[in-house]
């Protein structure tokens, strides 16, 4: 396949283009900033490469991508002890270990790429696929083959484009949705939120705000961070082990590090009772867009006090009472997202086994391994 844009692969922040950040505007998941996050503190079985697309010499695309190893992974999630559990993770360890990944990996939604105005979006996409392949060239240099080469996450309606792109090989698969709560415009605080309501789910609120009595929220700075550091790490590892299904863990300086980079940008949240950290969440402003990041806390405050449900309303309060338009809630918890407002939207990814005969099955056996979730989709709202 030929492209009329030529292809840069970078390895370091330090290399990029000066322009870098003019094409990313509108997604800070491509900005420089964000990608000094990753090349400082990215999970220990992750690479990053940065990939840059010109047209005529000069800057005309911007994209992302990540190389796993599951080979350093000490688990891939506690959750389900089961047959299906067992076989995926042997599954994965023999013949999917290695995945390169155009986009992010650790968020939901379309954070692979930013195309500007000056290349047609069929060009771009024919760009990234052989950009995939000289990247799975310098892993196998290295000797590490990729066993899988992928593009997330996309929103349904992008699928032609793909296929007009030259995708056709590559089998188009489904993961669980991505969780978003639209703010009315017309929403100026919490209140309006709990006036739209009905009265099965303002009672849930109130009911989940009264045992949250004795809990201090407060935001905290780096040197907050820092202090806490290891508690912080133990709260997350707990939820993050705990999951249906992990191909990465955080290291321990992440949370210090994107403070660091995004400032402000970055908001971290500490729950305190008697003076002990008993859980935190962390938020990135994303332009007119919030996105919820990691979290953790210690389970059996959680349960008794509605932890969780409380983050997820404050969540809410804080982004309507700053005037952003949406939240992303991404994946996992999707029925008590759901039950405070956020809505599925669907995604899909593309993926390519690079064993011939293994590919030609491999849309069935990923299939088998995704975890099913079974939930049921509420409405709050009158």
Same mark, same amino acid.
């Given at each position: 396949?030929?492209?009329?844009?030529?292809?840069?692969?970078?390895?370091?922040?330090?290399?990029?283009?000066?322009?870098?950040?003019?094409?990313?505007?509108?997604?800070?998941? *491509?900005?420089?900033?964000?990608?000094?996050?990753?090349?400082?503190?990215?999970?220990?079985?992750?690479?990053?490469? #940065?990939?840059?697309?010109?047209?005529?010499?000069?800057?005309?695309?911007?994209? *992302?991508?990540? #190389?796993?190893?599951?080979?350093?992974?000490?688990?891939?999630?506690?959750?389900?002890?089961?047959?299906?559990?067992?076989?995926?993770?042997?599954?994965?360890?023999? #013949?999917?270990?290695?995945? &390169?990944?155009?986009?992010?990996?650790?968020?939901?939604?379309?954070?692979?790429?930013? #195309?500007?105005?000056?290349?047609?979006?069929?060009?771009? *996409?024919?760009? *990234?696929?052989?950009?995939?392949?000289?990247?799975?060239?310098?892993?196998?240099?290295?000797?590490?083959?990729?066993?899988?080469?992928?593009?997330?996450?996309?929103?349904?309606?992008?699928?032609?484009?793909?296929?007009?792109?030259?995708?056709?090989?590559?089998?188009?698969?489904?993961?669980?949705?991505?969780?978003?709560?639209?703010?009315?415009?017309?929403?100026?605080?919490?209140?309006?939120?709990?006036?739209?309501?009905?009265?099965?789910?303002?009672?849930?609120?109130?009911?989940?705000?009264?045992?949250?009595?004795?809990?201090?929220?407060?935001?905290?700075?780096?040197?907050?961070?820092?202090?806490?550091?290891?508690?912080?790490?133990? &709260?997350?590892?707990?939820?993050?082990?705990?999951?249906?299904?992990?191909?990465?863990?955080?290291?321990?300086?992440?949370?210090?590090?994107?403070?660091?980079?995004?400032?402000?940008?970055?908001?971290?949240?500490?729950?305190?009772?008697?003076?002990?950290?008993?859980?935190?969440?962390?938020?990135?402003?994303?332009?007119?867009?919030?996105?919820?990041?990691?979290?953790?806390?210690?389970?059996?405050?959680?349960?008794?006090?509605?932890?969780?449900?409380?983050? &997820?309303?404050?969540?809410?309060?804080?982004?309507?009472?700053?005037?952003?338009?949406?939240?992303?809630?991404?994946?996992?918890?999707?029925?008590?997202?759901?039950?405070?407002?956020?809505?599925?939207?669907?995604?899909?990814?593309?993926?390519?086994?690079?064993?011939?005969?293994?590919? &030609?099955?491999?849309?069935?056996?990923?299939?088998?391994?995704?975890?099913?979730?079974?939930?049921?989709?509420?409405?709050?709202?009158?």
């Amino acid at each position: 396949m030929k492209t009329p844009l030529s292809i840069k692969i970078y390895s370091s922040v330090s290399e990029l283009p000066e322009n870098w950040n003019g094409m990313t505007l509108a997604n800070i998941f *491509l900005s420089k900033e964000y990608l000094a996050i990753l090349e400082k503190s990215a999970p220990t079985n992750m690479t990053c490469h #940065f990939i840059g697309l010109f047209k005529e010499g000069k800057l005309a695309g911007v994209a *992302l991508s990540q #190389f796993l190893d599951l080979n350093k992974m000490e688990s891939f999630g506690e959750r389900d002890k089961c047959l299906k559990t067992a076989v995926r993770n042997v599954v994965f360890k023999n #013949f999917c270990s290695h995945i &390169l990944i155009i986009g992010n990996n650790m968020l939901t939604g379309q954070n692979a790429f930013a #195309f500007s105005d000056k290349i047609d979006k069929i060009q771009g *996409l024919q760009a *990234l696929k052989i950009a995939s392949e000289k990247l799975e060239t310098i892993f196998k240099k290295k000797g590490l083959k990729a066993h899988v080469t992928t593009f997330k996450d996309f929103a349904m309606e992008e699928s032609a484009g793909f296929k007009q792109a030259g995708y056709q090989n590559y089998f188009q698969y489904s993961t669980q949705p991505n969780m978003l709560f639209t703010i009315p415009s017309h929403w100026k605080s919490e209140q309006d939120y709990i006036n739209a309501l009905t009265k099965k789910y303002r009672d849930q609120y109130k009911r989940a705000r009264k045992k949250a009595e004795g809990i201090e929220k407060r935001k905290m700075h780096l040197e907050d961070i820092i202090k806490h550091e290891d508690t912080i790490y133990d &709260l997350y590892h707990h939820v993050a082990k705990n999951a249906h299904f992990n191909t990465f863990f955080l290291t321990k300086h992440h949370f210090r590090t994107f403070k660091e980079k995004l400032k402000d940008k970055f908001l971290f949240y500490g729950y305190f009772l008697d003076e002990k950290l008993i859980g935190f969440n962390t938020l990135i402003k994303n332009g007119e867009v919030m996105d919820t990041y990691f979290l953790g806390y210690d389970e059996s405050v959680q349960r008794e006090k509605m932890l969780y449900l409380n983050m &997820l309303y404050d969540m809410v309060a804080y982004s309507i009472n700053k005037g952003f338009k949406e939240i992303i809630f991404a994946r996992t918890a999707l029925e008590i997202k759901s039950s405070i407002g956020a809505k599925p939207q669907e995604m899909f990814g593309l993926g390519q086994h690079s064993n011939t005969f293994i590919d &030609l099955a491999f849309e069935k056996i990923f299939c088998y391994l995704e975890p099913t979730v079974v939930w049921q989709e509420r409405n709050p709202f009158r």
